[in-house]
C-alpha cells in the first residue's frame, strides 16, 4: 500500500543549525503538509502546498522556515537557524484532493531534538 | 478560528469491551469534516474514521462507528469489541476547504487483556 515516507527519523542539531527534513508523499498525490506536534501538545498546522506554491501556512510558520519540492518526489521543511523550541515531531502528509474532504495520508514523523 | 476539544486525556477498557471518546469542537462553517486519527506506537496517524457535516446519518467503519450531533458540535467515536490492537492515542480533528485539519489534544485509549 503506498504510504508516506519521511526521513530522518531522529535528528538531533545544536541551535543555530539548519535542518532539512525530507519528505516522500504519495506518488499521485498534488497536496502536501507539514504538521508539527511538540511532546505533550496538539498537532498543529505548519504549511501546505500545492502546484510548487504554499497555499495557507499558519502563524508558527515564520522566515526561518521554508518548504520546497526540488523534484518530482520529495518535499522538504527546511528550518534555517533552529531554536529550542523548535523541538519537536514534525509529520508530513498528502491527499489527492482538496476538496471534498480528502484524506491525508501521514508518514511516521522525523523527530527533531534542538540542544 | 476553529477550536478542537478532547476532554479525555487517557480512557482504558477491558478487551472485548465497548469504549466512548469524546469530542466537540467550536466552528461557525457549515460545511466541514471531521475525523478520528489514530496513533499507534509506531507513530504514524491512520485515519479511522470520516464524517461530512451536510450527512445527517452518522459514519461507521466495521467496529468504529460516530455519534455526530451537529448542533451540539459533539462527535464521539464509539469502538466496539475493543481489541489490544486498538490501544493508542486517538486524535478528533476538524477540516474545512483547504485541507487544513485542526487537532484535538488527543486522548490515550489502553486495551486491557
Known amino acids: 500500500e503506498p504510504e508516506v515516507t519521511q526521513t530522518p527519523s531522529h535528528q538531533v542539531t545544536q541551535m543555530g543549525q539548519e535542518v532539512i527534513l525530507r519528505c516522500v508523499p504519495i506518488?499521485?498525490?498534488?497536496?502536501f503538509y507539514w504538521y508539527r506536534q511538540i511532546l505533550g501538545q496538539k498537532v498543529e498546522f505548519l504549511v501546505s502546498?500545492?502546484?510548487?506554491?504554499?497555499s495557507e501556512k499558519s502563524e508558527i510558520f515564520d522566515d526561518q522556515f521554508s518548504v520546497e519540492r526540488p523534484d518530482g518526489s520529495n518535499f522538504t521543511l527546511k528550518i534555517r537557524s533552529t531554536k529550542l523550541e523548535d523541538s519537536a515531531m514534525y509529520f508530513c502528509?498528502?491527499?489527492?484532493?482538496?476538496w471534498g474532504g480528502g484524506e491525508l495520508f501521514f508518514g511516521e514523523g522525523s523527530r527533531l531534538t534542538v540542544l | 478560528a476553529q477550536t478542537v476539544t478532547q476532554s479525555q486525556p487517557e480512557m482504558s477498557v477491558q478487551e472485548a469491551e465497548t469504549v466512548t471518546l469524546s469530542c466537540t469542537y467550536d466552528t461557525s462553517e457549515s460545511n466541514y469534516y471531521l475525523f478520528w486519527y489514530k496513533q499507534p506506537p509506531s507513530r504514524q496517524m491512520i485515519l479511522v474514521i470520516r464524517q461530512e457535516a451536510y450527512k445527517q446519518q452518522n459514519a461507521t467503519e466495521n467496529r468504529f462507528s460516530v455519534n455526530f450531533q451537529k448542533a451540539a458540535k459533539s462527535f464521539s467515536l464509539k469502538i466496539s469489541d475493543s481489541q489490544l490492537g486498538d490501544t493508542a492515542m486517538y486524535f478528533c480533528?476538524?477540516?474545512?476547504?483547504?485541507?487544513?485539519?485542526?487537532f484535538g489534544a488527543g486522548t490515550i485509549l489502553r486495551v486491557k487483556s
Open positions: 506518488s499521485n498525490h498534488l497536496y
Open positions: 502528509a498528502s491527499s489527492e484532493a482538496l
Open positions: 480533528a476538524f477540516m474545512k476547504y483547504g485541507n487544513k485539519l485542526v
Open positions: 502546498f500545492y502546484n510548487n506554491e504554499i
